[in-house]
Protein backbone atom coordinates (compact mmCIF):
# COMPACT_ATOMS: atom_id res chain seq x y z
CA UNK A 1 0.00 0.00 0.00
CA UNK A 2 1.01 3.64 -1.15
CA UNK A 3 2.48 5.24 2.07
CA UNK A 4 4.20 8.52 3.33
CA UNK A 5 5.24 8.43 6.79
CA UNK A 6 6.83 12.26 8.70
CA UNK A 7 8.82 12.28 11.30
CA UNK A 8 9.29 13.36 14.04
CA UNK A 9 5.71 14.68 14.36
CA UNK A 10 6.55 17.18 16.15
CA UNK A 11 9.61 19.39 16.69
CA UNK A 12 10.49 21.95 19.61
CA UNK A 13 13.76 24.38 18.33
CA UNK A 14 15.52 27.01 19.72
CA UNK A 15 16.23 30.24 17.29
CA UNK A 16 18.97 29.50 15.29
CA UNK A 17 19.09 25.65 16.04
CA UNK A 18 19.77 23.74 12.84
CA UNK A 19 17.40 20.62 12.29
CA UNK A 20 16.13 18.11 9.98
CA UNK A 21 12.48 17.05 9.28
CA UNK A 22 11.91 13.56 7.86
CA UNK A 23 10.03 12.06 4.95
CA UNK A 24 9.62 8.38 4.05
CA UNK A 25 7.50 6.70 1.14
CA UNK A 26 6.34 3.49 -0.28
CA UNK A 27 5.15 4.48 -3.11
CA UNK A 28 5.64 2.91 -6.73
CA UNK A 29 6.77 4.58 -9.58
CA UNK A 30 7.39 8.03 -7.73
CA UNK A 31 7.44 11.20 -10.39
CA UNK A 32 7.49 14.29 -7.98
CA UNK A 33 7.52 14.23 -4.12
CA UNK A 34 6.16 18.07 -2.39
CA UNK A 35 7.07 19.86 0.36
CA UNK A 36 4.49 22.01 1.60
CA UNK A 37 4.02 24.60 4.33
CA UNK A 38 0.90 24.45 6.26
CA UNK A 39 -0.08 27.83 9.20
CA UNK A 40 -3.25 27.29 11.18
CA UNK A 41 -6.12 28.03 9.38
CA UNK A 42 -4.10 28.07 6.28
CA UNK A 43 -3.95 25.99 3.44
CA UNK A 44 -0.85 24.22 2.58
CA UNK A 45 1.42 26.70 0.89
CA UNK A 46 3.87 25.32 -1.91
CA UNK A 47 7.84 24.95 -1.01
CA UNK A 48 9.16 22.51 -3.30
CA UNK A 49 8.84 19.59 -5.80
CA UNK A 50 12.04 16.91 -6.14
CA UNK A 51 12.05 14.48 -8.85
CA UNK A 52 14.81 12.35 -8.35
CA UNK A 53 16.97 11.13 -6.14
CA UNK A 54 19.94 13.25 -5.84
CA UNK A 55 18.26 16.04 -6.58
CA UNK A 56 18.13 19.32 -3.42
CA UNK A 57 16.77 22.66 -3.48
CA UNK A 58 16.84 25.42 -1.66
CA UNK A 59 15.01 28.86 -0.53
CA UNK A 60 16.30 30.73 2.00
CA UNK A 61 16.80 28.61 5.43
CA UNK A 62 15.54 25.85 3.77
CA UNK A 63 16.73 22.76 1.77
CA UNK A 64 15.30 19.75 0.75
CA UNK A 65 16.99 16.79 -0.42
CA UNK A 66 15.16 13.06 -2.15
CA UNK A 67 16.38 10.03 -1.92
CA UNK A 68 14.88 6.60 -3.29
CA UNK A 69 13.02 6.32 -0.07
CA UNK A 70 12.89 8.95 1.71
CA UNK A 71 13.22 12.98 1.36
CA UNK A 72 14.76 15.61 4.57
CA UNK A 73 13.83 18.91 4.60
CA UNK A 74 16.65 20.83 6.55
CA UNK A 75 15.83 24.01 8.21
CA UNK A 76 19.15 26.09 9.58
CA UNK A 77 18.84 28.59 11.97
CA UNK A 78 15.65 28.73 12.08
CA UNK A 79 13.92 31.98 12.97
CA UNK A 80 9.92 32.11 14.95
CA UNK A 81 8.21 32.91 11.69
CA UNK A 82 9.68 29.43 10.62
CA UNK A 83 6.82 27.94 13.07
CA UNK A 84 3.98 26.21 11.07
CA UNK A 85 3.75 22.35 10.30
CA UNK A 86 5.18 20.77 7.33
CA UNK A 87 3.87 18.39 4.67
CA UNK A 88 5.16 16.41 2.68
CA UNK A 89 3.08 14.64 -0.38
CA UNK A 90 4.04 12.36 -3.28
CA UNK A 91 3.08 12.51 -6.53
CA UNK A 92 3.27 9.27 -8.67
CA UNK A 93 0.87 10.02 -11.64
CA UNK A 94 -0.32 7.34 -13.94
CA UNK A 95 -3.99 7.33 -14.10
CA UNK A 96 -4.42 9.67 -11.55
CA UNK A 97 -3.27 13.07 -10.53
CA UNK A 98 -3.87 12.80 -6.66
CA UNK A 99 -1.01 13.80 -3.76
CA UNK A 100 -0.87 11.12 -0.78
CA UNK A 101 0.12 13.31 2.38
CA UNK A 102 1.86 12.67 5.48
CA UNK A 103 0.46 13.62 8.71
CA UNK A 104 3.32 16.72 9.15
CA UNK A 105 5.45 17.65 11.37
CA UNK A 106 4.31 20.82 13.86
CA UNK A 107 7.41 22.59 14.14
CA UNK A 108 8.04 25.28 16.89
CA UNK A 109 10.74 27.97 16.67
CA UNK A 110 11.14 29.62 20.07
CA UNK A 111 12.94 32.94 20.42
CA UNK B 1 -3.25 37.00 -9.34
CA UNK B 2 -6.62 35.82 -7.08
CA UNK B 3 -5.76 32.83 -5.01
CA UNK B 4 -7.78 29.63 -5.22
CA UNK B 5 -11.11 31.03 -3.12
CA UNK B 6 -13.07 28.96 -0.95
CA UNK B 7 -16.37 29.51 1.05
CA UNK B 8 -17.93 28.97 3.82
CA UNK B 9 -14.83 29.12 5.49
CA UNK B 10 -16.32 27.59 8.29
CA UNK B 11 -20.06 25.70 8.43
CA UNK B 12 -21.52 23.73 11.22
CA UNK B 13 -24.81 21.76 10.36
CA UNK B 14 -26.31 18.59 12.32
CA UNK B 15 -26.17 15.39 11.50
CA UNK B 16 -28.71 14.74 8.44
CA UNK B 17 -28.62 18.18 7.02
CA UNK B 18 -27.44 19.11 3.48
CA UNK B 19 -24.30 21.39 3.09
CA UNK B 20 -22.47 22.75 0.23
CA UNK B 21 -18.92 23.92 -0.24
CA UNK B 22 -17.80 25.92 -2.93
CA UNK B 23 -14.21 26.83 -4.56
CA UNK B 24 -13.30 29.09 -6.91
CA UNK B 25 -9.91 28.30 -8.41
CA UNK B 26 -7.49 30.14 -10.14
CA UNK B 27 -8.81 31.53 -13.40
CA UNK B 28 -7.33 29.88 -15.79
CA UNK B 29 -6.54 27.16 -14.41
CA UNK B 30 -8.51 23.32 -16.14
CA UNK B 31 -7.52 21.38 -13.00
CA UNK B 32 -9.17 21.23 -9.92
CA UNK B 33 -8.82 19.06 -7.14
CA UNK B 34 -11.12 18.34 -3.67
CA UNK B 35 -9.06 17.11 -0.02
CA UNK B 36 -10.31 16.83 3.06
CA UNK B 37 -8.23 16.39 6.26
CA UNK B 38 -10.60 14.22 9.34
CA UNK B 39 -9.07 15.34 12.62
CA UNK B 40 -5.85 13.75 13.44
CA UNK B 41 -5.53 12.37 9.84
CA UNK B 42 -3.53 12.92 6.67
CA UNK B 43 -4.91 15.23 3.68
CA UNK B 44 -6.32 12.62 1.61
CA UNK B 45 -7.12 13.02 -2.04
CA UNK B 46 -11.26 12.98 -2.87
CA UNK B 47 -11.52 13.80 -6.24
CA UNK B 48 -10.14 15.74 -9.77
CA UNK B 49 -11.62 17.17 -12.42
CA UNK B 50 -9.84 18.33 -16.15
CA UNK B 51 -12.17 21.21 -17.18
CA UNK B 52 -16.08 20.45 -16.30
CA UNK B 53 -15.19 16.47 -16.21
CA UNK B 54 -14.38 14.38 -13.17
CA UNK B 55 -10.62 12.74 -14.22
CA UNK B 56 -10.52 10.61 -10.68
CA UNK B 57 -13.04 10.35 -8.36
CA UNK B 58 -11.64 7.23 -6.18
CA UNK B 59 -11.65 9.18 -2.89
CA UNK B 60 -14.99 9.82 -2.63
CA UNK B 61 -16.00 8.37 0.51
CA UNK B 62 -19.81 7.56 -0.61
CA UNK B 63 -22.82 8.68 -2.47
CA UNK B 64 -23.56 11.22 0.52
CA UNK B 65 -20.64 13.14 -1.45
CA UNK B 66 -21.64 14.96 -4.93
CA UNK B 67 -18.94 17.19 -6.57
CA UNK B 68 -19.90 19.26 -9.77
CA UNK B 69 -17.68 22.02 -11.85
CA UNK B 70 -20.39 23.96 -14.27
CA UNK B 71 -19.11 24.84 -17.25
CA UNK B 72 -15.40 24.02 -16.04
CA UNK B 73 -15.03 26.77 -13.60
CA UNK B 74 -15.93 27.03 -9.98
CA UNK B 75 -17.02 23.93 -8.05
CA UNK B 76 -19.25 22.66 -5.38
CA UNK B 77 -19.01 19.34 -3.05
CA UNK B 78 -22.15 18.85 -1.79
CA UNK B 79 -22.11 16.49 1.29
CA UNK B 80 -26.33 14.75 1.93
CA UNK B 81 -27.30 14.11 3.84
CA UNK B 82 -23.84 14.99 6.26
CA UNK B 83 -23.15 12.51 9.22
CA UNK B 84 -20.83 13.05 11.95
CA UNK B 85 -17.86 11.21 10.31
CA UNK B 86 -17.69 13.79 7.61
CA UNK B 87 -16.48 16.72 9.79
CA UNK B 88 -12.99 18.01 8.82
CA UNK B 89 -11.39 20.58 6.70
CA UNK B 90 -11.96 20.58 2.76
CA UNK B 91 -9.39 22.23 0.71
CA UNK B 92 -9.64 22.85 -1.99
CA UNK B 93 -6.60 23.10 -4.98
CA UNK B 94 -5.97 23.73 -8.55
CA UNK B 95 -3.30 23.28 -11.50
CA UNK B 96 -2.89 24.12 -14.51
CA UNK B 97 -1.17 21.49 -16.02
CA UNK B 98 -2.00 17.52 -15.87
CA UNK B 99 1.35 16.25 -14.92
CA UNK B 100 3.68 16.96 -11.69
CA UNK B 101 3.55 21.17 -11.88
CA UNK B 102 7.09 22.43 -10.85
CA UNK B 103 5.33 25.04 -8.89
CA UNK B 104 3.05 22.30 -6.94
CA UNK B 105 -0.83 22.73 -6.61
CA UNK B 106 -2.53 25.94 -5.21
CA UNK B 107 -4.60 25.20 -2.43
CA UNK B 108 -7.21 26.92 -1.09
CA UNK B 109 -7.24 27.98 2.59
CA UNK B 110 -10.47 25.11 3.14
CA UNK B 111 -13.51 24.90 4.54
CA UNK B 112 -13.86 23.95 7.82
CA UNK B 113 -17.14 21.77 8.08
CA UNK B 114 -18.39 20.43 11.90
CA UNK B 115 -21.48 18.09 11.69
CA UNK B 116 -23.00 17.99 15.01
Known amino acids: EDQVTQSPEALRLQEGESSSLNCSYT??????LFWYRQDPGKGPEFLFTLYSAGEEKEKERLKATLTKKESFLHITAPKPEDSATYLCAVFYGGATNKLIFGTGTLLAVQP | EAGVTQFPSHSVIEKGQTVTLRCDPISGHDNLYWYRRVMGKEIKFLLHFVKESKQDESGMPNNRFLAERTGGTYSTLKVQPAELEDSGVYFC??????????????FGSGTRLTVV
Open chain 1, 27 to 32: VSGLRG
Open chain 2, 93 to 106: ASSQDLGPPNYGYT
